[in-house]
């Protein structure tokens, strides 16, 4: 039987140990996580934690599963991290057996069941793949309340890319999956060039569309716009975005992004509301 979820003050992490530690690409790793104690309250697709190295820093992660098969929905985490800087780099770098802070859940969720009767479509760059897995994984998992079903994932080489086998399994299982990449390397086939060149073939209907986007800014604007473009309204895209989280909980705003408050507004936003605020160099 599972422990009961901790109820515990949001600026305090809870101990949580690395329980497998696998190799993405040569920068990033996903560390499965489960409580010492008692687990935090369930994570939602989209939704993130603060992830302690201690004695080092924290930093947010979004989460890119909420639980293995079998296990309580409560209990495991998995983060999919990259080795970017100070904190980063410790959390990488954990172990087996190791014990790193959690806080959360934070944020706001892709809300998947309000995408429910329409098509849906999902365009990763990146490392943006992580947030959106949790995605997915709920989709096919209540498949038949969804119309079709379109994955568009960019990289920058084919070394990059995350989650391969699983994405093959993906198109298994009645998901339209077209993956491009910026720089080809020997032995690649597949599509050359940015991710937005996957939107214009996609089959889905712009008027029944509900699309969600993670990646780099600049790589979801233009995706957007390729979007709008083809006819799904403003308001049925979504976005992830990102900003300089600290307190994770609205109280010191150095996440501020125009009115909103990311860590506690976002990060998922509809594009209506992100646009004008993400077309500001200044914000």
Same mark, same amino acid.
């Given at each position: 039987?599972?422990?009961?979820?901790?109820?515990?003050?949001?600026?305090?992490?809870?101990?949580?140990?690395?329980?497998s530690r696998?190799?993405?690409?040569?920068?990033?790793?996903?560390?499965?996580?489960e409580?010492?104690?008692?687990?935090?309250?369930?994570?939602a697709?989209?939704?993130?934690?603060?992830?302690?190295?201690?004695g080092?820093?924290?930093?947010?992660?979004?989460?890119?599963?909420?639980?293995?098969?079998?296990?309580?929905r409560?209990?495991?985490l998995?983060?999919? &991290?990259?080795?970017?800087?100070? *904190?980063? #780099?410790?959390?990488? $770098? %954990?172990?087996?057996? !190791? =014990?790193?802070?959690? @806080?959360?859940?934070?944020?706001?969720?892709?809300?998947?069941?309000?995408?429910?009767?329409?098509d849906?479509?999902?365009?990763?760059?990146?490392?943006?793949?992580?947030?959106?897995?949790?995605?997915?994984?709920?989709?096919?998992?209540?498949?038949?309340?969804?119309?079709?079903?379109?994955?568009?994932?960019?990289?920058r080489?084919?070394?990059? &890319?995350?989650y391969?086998?699983? *994405?093959? #399994?993906?198109?298994? $299982? %009645?998901?339209?999956? !077209? =993956?491009?990449?910026? @720089?080809?390397?020997?032995?690649?086939?597949?599509?050359?060039?940015?991710?937005?060149?996957?939107?214009?073939?996609?089959?889905?209907?712009?008027?029944?569309?509900?699309?969600?986007?993670?990646?780099?800014?600049?790589m979801?604007?233009?995706?957007?716009?390729?979007?709008i473009?083809?006819?799904?309204?403003?308001?049925?895209?979504?976005v992830? &975005?990102?900003?300089?989280m600290?307190?994770?909980?609205?109280?010191?705003?150095?996440?501020?992004?125009?009115?909103?408050?990311?860590c506690?507004?976002?990060?998922?936003?509809?594009?209506?509301?992100?646009q004008?605020?993400?077309s500001?160099?200044?914000?």
């Open positions: 039987m599972s422990a009961p979820a901790v109820e515990a003050g949001p600026a305090v992490p809870r101990p949580y140990r690395v329980i696998h190799v993405d690409t040569a920068d990033t790793v996903t560390l499965t996580l409580p010492d104690a008692g687990p935090l309250a369930q994570f697709p989209g939704q993130f934690a603060m992830l302690t190295a201690y080092i820093g924290e930093v947010p992660v979004s989460v890119s599963a909420i639980a293995e098969p079998g296990q309580s409560a209990r495991r998995v983060h999919t &991290l990259r080795a970017v800087g100070a *904190v980063t #780099r410790a959390l990488h $770098a %954990a172990q087996p057996g !190791a =014990v790193i802070g959690v @806080r959360g859940p934070f944020g706001t969720a892709w809300d998947e069941p309000s995408a429910a009767g329409q849906v479509v999902i365009v990763a760059g990146g490392i943006g793949l992580a947030p959106l897995r949790p995605l997915v994984h709920a989709i096919l998992a209540d498949r038949r309340r969804y119309r079709h079903v379109v994955l568009l994932i960019g990289g080489t084919p070394a990059d &890319l995350l391969r086998d699983e *994405v093959a #399994r993906f198109a298994a $299982a %009645a998901v339209e999956v !077209a =993956v491009t990449v910026d @720089r080809p390397a020997p032995g690649w086939t597949g599509q050359v060039g940015v991710v937005t060149t996957l939107v214009p073939p996609a089959r889905f209907d712009p008027a029944r569309t509900v699309a969600f986007l993670c990646g780099p800014e600049i979801m604007r233009f995706t957007a716009q390729a979007l473009g083809r006819g799904v309204p403003a308001s049925r895209v979504r992830s &975005l990102e900003r300089n600290r307190c994770a909980v609205g109280w010191c705003g150095h996440c501020q992004l125009g009115p909103l408050l990311l506690r507004d976002g990060p998922v936003v509809d594009y209506a509301r992100a004008p605020l993400i500001v160099r200044e914000l």
